[in-house]
């Protein structure tokens, strides 16, 4: 009598592995997609220099995007009505106090509203209202957060739609110090 040969492979292995090519497809998919919206996104500036940016933040002092003081400035494009803007708001302004950071809120309401939304939100940083969004107008935003890594020069080094981390933006404020020139991202 012949007996059955033992597998050699446990009889679920084809379809776990079909499984695991499936699920890495559909992950390359995904990000894909998501690198796509984030190019989309990013805002189409007519050249590589930062326009002048003046304004006067919610506690009444003047802020120029060109004195920069010789660092990196981390121009910080928000909504109040943005879940994702909500989201960073806390790690920006942990972030400004010690690097450079021009944090406009763009199309938010009134300057009383703003105040009590950062009273509220517990966050404590210069911001500039720009509520008809007049003062950013020419960056062509789309979409918010927006962030722009601009050198002492004014030359923008980094355009970044969406999420993102202090961690993040202090490793491309470092490049920018250290080589002057846009690290590898979806920006330019």
């Keep these: 009598m012949n007996s059955p040969k033992p597998a050699l492979t446990p009889p679920n292995a084809k379809p776990r592995r079909s ?103 517990k966050i404590d940083m210069p911001v500039i209202n720009d509520p008809s969004g007049q003062l950013v107008a020419p960056l062509g935003i789309k979409a918010v957060p927006l962030h722009l890594i601009v050198d002492a020069s004014g030359r923008i080094h980094f355009v970044e739609t969406g999420y993102t981390t202090p961690w993040g933006l202090r490793a491309r404020v470092w490049w920018v110090e250290h080589f002057g020139g846009a690290m590898p991202t979806n920006g330019t």
């Design 19 to 121: 499984r695991l090519i499936r699920w890495g497809i559909e992950i390359a998919l995904l990000l894909a997609v998501f690198f796509l919206i984030q190019a989309w996104n990013a805002p189409k500036l007519p050249d590589t220099h930062l326009p002048p940016l003046i304004g006067q933040t919610l506690d009444g002092k003047s802020i120029d995007s060109r004195d920069t003081q010789g660092r990196p400035l981390i121009v910080h494009i928000w909504a109040e009505w943005c879940p994702v803007c909500r989201l960073e708001l806390a790690g920006m302004a942990e972030l400004a106090r010690d690097t450079p950071v021009m944090s406009i809120a763009w199309k938010s309401g009134d300057d009383a509203a703003m105040r009590r939304f950062l009273a509220q939100e």
